[in-house]
């Protein structure tokens, strides 16, 4: 997804979800909850979001280290900028809303609950493509080690945040923390592949 225009609109699409999450949330500490309102529109604890946060992480930093363990740091793909500030600027919203948010199993017990999350986290990895890739040559499956490694890490990090939503520590289940945690990892993502790659200036160009 290296269209310009596409990612503009995507990312205008994020933050302005961002917008009507937000005035949920504040209409709910409010007292006047939307009863429309998007899911997890409630305020977290500071100590929620820190801990997201801090997963986040070391999520990210147990990836580096098993990119360099398995000698396949190298293989790291390349990220126009734009896609970097789609993917710290909106992705983590439309993500979490969708998988986090509107992918639950809920009221049905916490068997039921993680078996959703688990099975969500499956379709979260899979649509990633490290396992697949479609371009200019059309459809193939890369199912090599860097594929399955990366793949198993987005599946770790999809049940990290399913378990940020649902912890004791977010007592009202918002999406707040979810959001800044996987800000975060793709931030740190951006940072790690900038570091690498010694990233251009151009807004279209690589990182």
Not at 33 to 38: D, I, V
Not at 151 to 161: E, M, N
Request: glycine share 6%.
């Amino acid at each position: 997804m290296h269209n310009p225009l596409l990612l503009a609109l995507l990312t205008a699409a994020g933050i302005y979800v961002a917008k009507l999450w937000r005035d949920d949330a504040r209409a709910a500490a409010a007292g006047q909850p939307n009863p429309q309102a998007l899911p997890g529109a409630t305020s977290a604890p500071p100590r929620a979001v820190i801990i997201a946060v801090i997963g986040a992480l070391v999520l990210v930093a147990a990836e580096t280290a098993g990119e360099h363990a398995l000698g396949i740091a190298a293989e790291q793909s390349t990220m126009p900028w734009l896609f970097a500030l789609y993917s710290i600027a909106a992705a983590p919203v439309i993500e979490e809303l969708i998988f986090r948010g509107w992918l639950v199993i809920a009221n049905r017990g916490r068997t039921a609950l993680w078996a959703g999350a688990v099975g969500a986290s499956v379709l979260f990895a899979a649509l990633h493509p490290f396992l697949w890739r479609w371009d200019d040559a059309g459809f193939a499956f890369t199912l090599n080690a860097k594929g399955w490694f990366s793949t198993a890490v987005v599946f770790a990090t999809s049940l990290w945040f399913y378990a940020v939503r649902f912890a004791p520590w977010n007592p009202a289940r918002s999406l707040l923390p979810c959001f800044a945690g996987h800000a975060t990892k793709n931030l740190a993502v951006v940072a790690v592949k900038a570091s690498a790659a010694r990233a251009t200036a151009t807004w279209c160009g690589s990182i």
